[in-house]
């Protein structure tokens, strides 16, 4: 097992946690297995405890650490 990237002090999350406030979502823990679909608000994705893989119709798949990805309309 890696150490990841949060202290031992943040801990592993035990559930997962959301926190909304106006205009704003924000979630940590595990993958929610989504789908490739459009979205009607633009999403920062960052992989806290290493690289994810994110899938686009037009780049397939891509390992990385950050994406952001627009609303489409």
Known sequence: MTDGALSESCGPARSPVIWIRPGHAGYLGPELGVDL??????????????????????????????AYASATI
């Open 37 to 66: 679909h459009s979205g009607s608000v633009p999403v920062l994705t960052v992989g806290l405890d290493g690289p994810f893989i994110l899938e686009t119709a037009t780049h397939g798949e891509i390992r990385t650490r950050s």
